[in-house]
């Protein structure tokens, strides 16, 4: 590999790296103010105009904030907790193509930072590890509340992975690749794979919820029945990179969905536009295309969060064994069926 | 090559760390640590379906089950069940044997060769599939069917037994 | 038991149908209603810059009274103290000084009076008691402060400012 080359992955890298912690940063604003336009209110407008630099302000009170760690807590379990959480958050965004590759002179970039062979199951094994963070955070704080939203976490993920696991399955089989970049490539211009597959993008976003513990899902931080649940002992910025986490894997799952359902980059007539404005505008009018997929999933993660009222745990569990998963495997026969016999 | 001894160093470490960690939850995170090593050699080896498969069930879901079990245990100085002698005894035994076994095997086998992939690419998702779909077709089934055992078996464990009065 | 009213009405918990088992429906709608608010104007006001009206009879922080040459009402007679069921008022008198006719309308006047922010409750009743008219409830909400002394209020802060300003 050139120097040149490395060079430009690095800049790649760093470029998403920034990206996902801003969206994620402007997501807590966008959190508030849009729970706020749902309840018919105005929401943060005190720090700058429109209250813009909220989130600056809420990561400065969380830097000064007094670090607690608690007398009986395992200490160094206790920091390796919310550091694993926002570490397995932030990996996951390294398969995803942002767009097509870019040709600068004669040079190709590439606007992915690794298309490995196995993308998808990159992605799934990320999600999975994503709870560590969760489980030995509120193991190591030794207060049951934490511990009890450490199980529930637990427990949660790993029934909802199943199901995630049965959906994208089918999609698979539409595909014929996990190369999140051919996945990408074959939903060229209107062909988006949620056309192909509805029912699995329905399992696939139930899940996505569950996954990242948001509304009606986020069972593992009940207020009501746990106070706080895993993070009920963390203050100061351990505390924010717990919450962070959770809006980097909101926006990681919003990239992810977008591009195995709702054609990543590609949107129609993309080849006419192309042809007209060069071949370095239309791929970067692709990326913008699916930065406004991404955020219209986000905005979707708070319109539910808003609307929906969270489940009882055995609800969940039901949903999840009883419901999801025999719809799963009724998706992979029935996309089977159909592929058999009418082709793709 | 070098990295490969990096990363074989610290997998022995980290499974030793397992064996000596007085925590349990503390040795199971030493096994997940030493199963992310496990990763990073198949990853080595260019087994990238391999590679993340271990990564997505060992410890992404056999390890939580593992912690899960783990944290939910009482595992208090007073609670341990004291060891007989005769448990010690039958330890002894049981080590020795396996030392025997291991020992044995390795005189058996005498010095492994290294193993030369014919196909580099062999641990990618396509040839894997087409190794194990038609060459392995007959093990691979009989391995599900073994699992699918295993199931019923825990299904038919977790089952109540119906109350005769 | 048998009702004796009648009145009771029995509800049957039908089985839900499948529209209803299936739920998403019922989020659906849910969603519309919210996306409804979404885009209604919102209901709250930016309270330090805007402020509601008060109403008529709102009973807000005390001033003491002027009449109309200036001069100040109150004649320190002691009834509103005596009125004010939380204790929350107190006193000096001072005589009137020849040349200070200007200042105080009657011979008898408070050289100090001092108002309890955080013991009154604003009942109004030291209004009613007052014989001259010298004391309203009529300001605006009272302001925070950051330690309890700054809330008791002396006449500066209480008595309305000169007519001439």
Redesign the interface.
Same mark, same amino acid.
């Given at each position: 590999m050139e120097l040149a080359d490395i060079l430009i992955k690095f800049g790649l890298i760093v470029v998403i790296f920034l990206i996902s912690l801003v969206v994620a940063m402007y997501s807590t604003y966008a959190e508030r103010k849009v729970a706020a336009f749902f309840q018919d209110r105005v929401g943060p407008n005190r720090a700058g105009p429109w209250g813009i630099l909220q989130p600056l302000a809420d990561g400065g009170k969380m830097f000064m904030k007094e670090e607690i760690i608690p007398n009986r807590a395992?200490g160094l379990?206790f920091i390796v907790g919310p550091s694993l959480a926002i570490m397995t958050a932030c990996i996951g965004s390294a398969v995803i193509p942002w767009g097509q590759p870019l040709h600068i002179g004669s040079k190709v970039v590439d606007l992915q930072v690794t298309d490995? =062979? *196995?993308g998808v199951?990159?992605i799934?094994?990320v *999600?999975?590890?994503g *709870?560590?963070g969760i489980?030995?955070g509120g193991?190591a704080s030794n207060n049951k509340y934490s511990?009890l939203g450490?199980?529930r976490a637990?427990?949660q =993920?790993?029934s909802y992975?199943i199901s995630m696991g049965l959906a994208i399955i089918a999609l698979l089989m539409v595909n014929g690749t996990?190369s999140l970049k051919e996945i990408a490539e074959q939903q060229h211009g209107w062909h988006w794979n949620v056309i192909y597959q509805p029912l699995g993008f329905l399992i696939f976003i139930v899940c996505a919820f569950a996954e990242t513990n948001r509304s009606p899902f986020d069972l593992p931080e009940c207020e009501t029945e746990l106070i706080g649940g895993y993070h009920t002992e963390y203050s100061s910025m351990k505390l924010g990179f717990y919450l962070f986490a959770e809006y980097i894997n909101m926006f990681v799952s919003s990239a992810v969905m977008a591009t195995l359902y709702f054609g990543g980059y590609n949107y129609p007539g993309m080849d006419w536009v192309t042809a007209h404005v060069g071949p370095v505008i239309g791929p970067l009018i692709g990326t913008v295309v699916l930065f406004a997929k991404i955020f219209l999933f986000i905005f979707f993660f708070m319109w539910v969060r808003w609307t929906i009222p969270r489940f009882r745990y055995d609800q969940l569990m039901n949903l999840g064994w009883r419901t999801l998963i025999p719809l799963a495997i009724a998706n992979i026969v029935l996309t089977g069926i159909i592929m058999t016999f009418f082709g793709k | 090559m070098s990295t490969f001894y990096v990363i074989a160093f610290l997998s022995i470490v980290f499974s030793l760390l397992v064996i000596f960690a007085k925590?349990p939850?503390h040795s199971v995170?030493y096994l997940?640590l030493t199963f992310f090593t496990f990763t990073i050699h198949y990853i080595l080896l260019n087994a990238? +379906?391999l590679a993340?498969?271990n +990564?997505?069930v060992y /410890?992404?879901?056999i390890m939580?089950?593992f912690? +899960?079990v783990m /944290?939910?245990l009482n595992l208090n100085k007073d609670t341990e069940p004291g060891k007989h002698n005769l448990a010690k005894l039958a330890g002894v035994i049981a080590g020795g044997c396996l030392l025997v076994v291991i020992a044995g095997s390795l005189k058996a086998l005498g010095k492994s060769e290294p193993v030369v992939l014919q196909n580099p690419d062999l641990g990618?998702?396509k040839n894997l599939g087409k190794v194990l779909f038609g060459e392995f077709l007959l093990p691979f089934e009989v391995s599900s069917v073994l699992l699918l055992s295993a199931m019923v078996g825990a299904v038919l464990l977790a089952k109540k037994e119906p109350r005769t009065v | 038991m048998e009702s004796l009213s009648n009145k009771k009405k029995v509800l049957e918990a039908k089985p839900l149908t499948l529209a209803e088992k299936a739920y998403l429906p019922a989020i659906v709608r849910g969603m519309g209603i919210t996306l409804k608010h979404f885009f209604k104007k919102d209901v709250t006001i930016r309270y330090p810059e805007q402020k509601r009206e008060f109403s008529e009879n709102f009973r807000g922080m005390h001033s003491l009274k002027r009449d109309e040459q200036g001069r100040e009402r109150c004649t320190a007679c002691g009834l509103c103290a005596l009125s004010c069921p939380a204790e929350a008022i107190t006193m000096t008198a001072a005589e009137r000084q020849p040349g200070e006719e200007n200042l105080y309308r009657e011979e008898k006047y408070a050289a100090v009076y001092e108002i309890n922010m955080l013991r009154c409750i604003f009942c109004g009743l030291c209004e009613e008691a007052c014989p001259k008219e010298a004391i309203y409830l009529d300001g605006d909400i009272v302001p925070s402060e950051f330690i309890r002394k700054d809330f008791i209020y002396g006449k500066d802060k209480l008595v309305e400012a000169p007519l001439n300003q």
């Open positions: 395992s379990l490995i =062979n *196995v199951l990159y799934f094994g *999600v999975s590890l *709870v560590y489980m030995i193991w511990l450490a199980i637990a427990s =993920n790993i992975e996990l | 925590n939850v995170l997940i990238q +379906f993340v498969v +990564f997505i /410890m992404g879901a939580v089950l912690l +899960f /944290m939910l990618l998702v | -």
